[in-house]
């Protein structure tokens, strides 16, 4: 049995989207910027996405601009407040994505700015006191805090986080690639100056994204080149990358409700089923709280074995993974060295889709009960990550 538990790091493209797609890399292949009909037909289907996008997520369709995804969405986001808008002070978390976290601490090296890290709790919890003190005192700050956790799942409160950076000025952007697709957002109501999302996390294709940035605000490009969207992201456009997106996103909220109750029911079942076999379990971060987590993750830490767990699954065709995918090969998880977590265990993640199964969990269960040694006294393994 061949089961795919790894839906944080990446989903399988929907067959929907997929056929949504084909007919802008076969027939329609005009370029966008050409004037004549093959290039305006591709324009309007790239509008039309963009139409799309904004009604998804309560925005106008002149505050979406399409990327190649999360990774760029954060670093243009990043780089023009402290770049075109003069923030000196940027907030966020040691919990961040390092698509945020390297970008600003290069710019602190640069001493292009100041750089504040919120204090989290044992569980990933953010200190929004914190927060709200440093707003106070800090001259047009810059927050930068994800959605929700692509390693452990927890959830912050961006309702709030944004309506203490409008009573001080401050800009805020989120990360919700993890939670796009998953969550409804109208940011005609959130107070969020930036915010991005990927595709291929909600059953759409790789390398498209899309940058939010609200009208009030004033974003520089990254990439310098063409006048390609609206001269923010230069580059001629991944036009059926941009239509699988819509699609995708489109197919996630019109059956939200089904998707995210079948979801829930998954992690659900899994939760359960990992605590009555294995009593030693521990769940990281939030991950065991169906409401306060996203209902898509769990982060599980198992004691140490003989077994190399992520290795053993994988012969036995589960892909799970110890975190995220972009730290694949690193010694530690970054958040779970945040959140102070007890060393030598061995720490799986699971990740659901609405094209996931209950057989599939029982199927996990017993190949992980096959590990005889699961009790004994632990061995000197680090954290493990994730090989995919």
């Given at each position: 049995m061949n089961v795919y538990f790894d839906n944080a790091a990446t989903t399988a493209l929907d067959k929907d989207v997929f056929d949504a797609m084909v007919p802008y890399m076969?027939?329609?292949?005009?370029?966008?910027?050409?004037?004549?009909?093959?290039?305006?037909?591709?324009?309007?289907?790239?509008?039309?996405?963009?139409?799309?996008?904004?009604?998804?997520?309560?925005?106008?369709?002149?505050?979406?601009?399409?990327?190649?995804?999360?990774t760029e969405g954060d670093n243009t986001a990043i780089l023009s407040a402290v770049r075109g808008l003069g923030s000196k002070h940027i907030i966020t978390s040691r919990l961040e994505h390092h698509a945020v976290l390297n970008t600003v601490k290069s710019l602190a090296k640069n001493a292009e700015i100041t750089l504040h890290f919120l204090d989290n709790d044992v569980n990933g919890n953010l200190d929004l006191a914190q927060l709200e003190g440093l707003l106070q005192k800090l001259p047009r700050a810059f927050v930068s805090l994800m959605h929700g956790n692509n390693e452990i799942g927890n959830l912050n409160d961006i309702e709030r986080i944004g309506n203490l950076c409008k009573a001080?000025?401050?800009?805020?952007?989120?990360?919700?690639?993890?939670?796009?697709?998953?969550?409804?957002?109208?940011?005609?109501?959130?107070?969020?100056?930036?915010?991005?999302?990927?595709?291929?996390?909600?059953?759409?294709?790789?390398?498209?994204?899309?940058?939010?940035?609200?009208?009030?605000?004033?974003?520089?490009?990254?990439?310098?080149?063409?006048?390609?969207?609206?001269?923010?992201?230069?580059?001629?456009?991944?036009v059926a990358g941009i239509v699988g997106l819509a699609k995708a996103l489109e197919v996630a909220y019109s059956g939200f409700d089904s998707h995210r109750n079948f979801i829930s029911h998954l992690k659900r079942c899994c939760l359960q089923k990992l605590q009555s076999r294995f009593p030693s379990v521990v769940f990281n971060g939030n991950s065991g709280s169906i409401d306060r987590s996203m209902h898509t993750v769990i982060s599980a830490s198992f004691p140490s074995t003989r077994q190399h767990l992520l290795s053993y699954l994988d012969t036995k065709g589960i892909a799970a993974s110890g975190g995220?995918?972009?730290?694949?090969?690193?010694?530690?998880?970054?958040?779970?060295?945040?959140?102070?977590?007890?060393?030598?265990?061995?720490?799986?993640?699971?990740?659901?889709s609405r094209f996931n199964s209950v057989q599939e969990i029982d199927y996990l269960i017993q190949q992980l009960a096959d590990v005889t040694d699961l009790q004994l006294k632990p061995e000197s393994l680090l954290y493990e990550t994730s090989t995919t």
């Open positions: 076969l027939e329609y292949f005009g370029n966008p910027s050409s004037a004549h009909t093959y290039g305006r037909k591709t324009r309007a289907a790239v509008e039309n996405a963009r139409l799309t996008v904004a009604e998804s997520i309560g925005a106008n369709p002149d505050e979406i601009y399409f990327t190649s995804g999360g001080n000025n401050a800009l805020f952007h989120t990360d919700t690639v993890q939670t796009m697709g998953h969550f409804r957002f109208d940011l005609s109501e959130l107070n969020v100056d930036f915010l991005v999302g990927s595709a291929h996390k909600f059953h759409g294709p790789k390398g498209v994204g899309f940058l939010y940035v609200r009208n009030s605000v004033n974003v520089s490009p990254l990439l310098y080149g063409g006048s390609q969207e609206r001269g923010v992201r230069a580059g001629t456009e991944n995220s995918a972009c730290t694949s090969g690193a010694a530690s998880s970054h958040v779970l060295t945040a959140l102070g977590a007890e060393t030598g265990k061995q720490v799986l993640r699971f990740s659901f």
